[in-house]
């Protein structure tokens, strides 16, 4: 559909969650589809939007502004990928939005497309109100795999990207699905890719050879070692389940017969830290640990390598007290406290950036990632009561 069929076109969020939810936006997919009909709505409306695209090429992420161009707002956060639905058991159509029963099913529906629909939904009522301060719709990719989607609109802010100079906003509120409690802290999560180079060898000989699987082994020992080594580190605020850093194994594979010794194998594993920790540590002790086991492996197989590849880096959100982004959700929402939160999101990479930054969204997080994913249509109507409020303050100034 182009801008100009587009031209003054009106959706409730109900129907633009639908609209939404139609693009089948998992994340190893193109969410350019989804990114052209929100630069076609956008521009049916008057706003212009900024891409950043990924170096392939086959993703985006959307930067707007409704209100005046010259200065910096709050940015409504929210990414465009959703997770998988291959093995779930869905009772329809997962890319079809359905309603029943007071919820609203399909996949993304409440993580996050939800959120972002509201944002959409209302911009003709943001551009009716004469905004003082302006309101930017940010939509990224790749937040359920590497969060690193939403990073190059961020570099960008304040400075001047395609001949547009895109503000540096005043408050960012990332609309992950909260209850529209006000999340401030949650971990940040490491994930890595250790890949083990040995020398096959007939199993009677070990002298031979190097075994993949046994060196990796012996790493995976050690981050068994790290994880239990981490509980001591308790987290003083007691906000945080489990209150200690975390280290876990999803993978680890090697070797094709039990009578040979393994040329291969891999290990994928995560670290997941408080918002308090150094994030370096565990990466450092595991590469002296691996060094080692090297060194072991070389004595008989000189051509055997260990490689760690860091997969992804999603910084914590670490609390700020009485900052402008938590003031104002706290109005918003009429909540007067704070939660923290056991997934990651992409809050960490804004606050990183020096932006103050809270999450707080519509929908609860235990149906996120689930068959028959929804988001209560009460949660949606408290969702649009947020975004008024918003636009109300964003007229007064």
Not at 158 to 174: F, N, Q, Y
Request: aromatic share 6%; hydrophobic share 40%; proline share 6%.
């Amino acid at each position: 559909m182009t801008a100009s069929a587009q031209a003054g076109q009106r959706y409730t969020p109900l129907e633009m969650l639908a609209r939404l939810v139609a693009f089948d936006t998992v994340s190893d997919k193109s969410n350019l589809p989804l990114i052209d009909f929100v630069e076609d709505y956008l521009a049916g409306w008057g706003v212009a939007s900024v891409r950043f695209p990924n170096a392939a090429g086959d993703k985006a992420a959307l930067f707007a502004t409704v209100g005046p161009q010259d200065r910096g707002g709050v940015v409504l956060s929210g990414h465009t990928d959703v997770v998988p639905v291959t093995g779930q058991a869905w009772s329809r159509d997962p890319f079809a939005l359905h309603v029943e029963d007071g919820r609203a099913y399909g996949r993304g529906a409440v993580d996050m497309k939800g959120f972002v629909a509201l944002g959409l939904a209302l911009v003709p009522d943001f551009l009716a109100a004469d905004l003082k301060t302006p309101i930017h719709l940010f939509l990224s990719y790749d937040e359920e795999v590497t969060c690193l989607g939403v990073v190059d609109g961020i570099a960008a802010m304040g400075k001047t990207t395609g001949g547009k100079t895109l503000p540096r906003p005043r408050a960012v509120i990332v609309g992950e699905p909260t209850s529209l409690d006000i999340c401030d802290a949650h971990k940040g999560v490491r994930t890595f890719q250790t890949s083990i180079a040995g020398f096959a060898a007939h199993s009677s000989k070990p002298q031979l050879g190097a075994s993949a699987v046994h060196a990796g082994a012996l790493l995976a020992a050690e981050l068994d070692h790290m994880a239990e080594d981490a509980k001591r580190g308790l987290d003083a605020s007691g906000r945080f389940d489990p209150p200690y850093d975390t280290v876990h194994i999803g993978t680890f594979h090697g070797g094709i017969a039990r009578n040979i010794l393994a040329d291969r194998s891999e290990i994928l594993w995560e670290i997941r830290t408080l918002p308090s920790s150094d994030p370096e540590a565990g990466p450092t002790r595991f590469a002296a640990v691996s060094d080692k086991v090297l060194e072991r492996m070389r004595a008989t197989a000189p051509s055997s390598k260990i490689e760690t590849v860091m997969t992804s880096d999603v910084p914590g959100l670490a609390p700020e007290p009485g900052s402008e982004a938590e003031r104002l959700a706290m109005r918003l929402s009429g909540r007067n406290h704070t939660i923290a939160v056991a997934y990651a999101t992409e809050a960490g990479h804004f606050q990183q950036a020096g932006l103050a930054t809270v999450v707080c969204g519509p929908g609860s997080i235990d149906q996120a990632h689930q068959p028959n994913e929804y988001i209560t249509l009460e949660q949606l109507q408290a969702g649009e009561t947020f975004m008024r409020k918003l636009m109300a303050e964003c007229q007064a100034g």
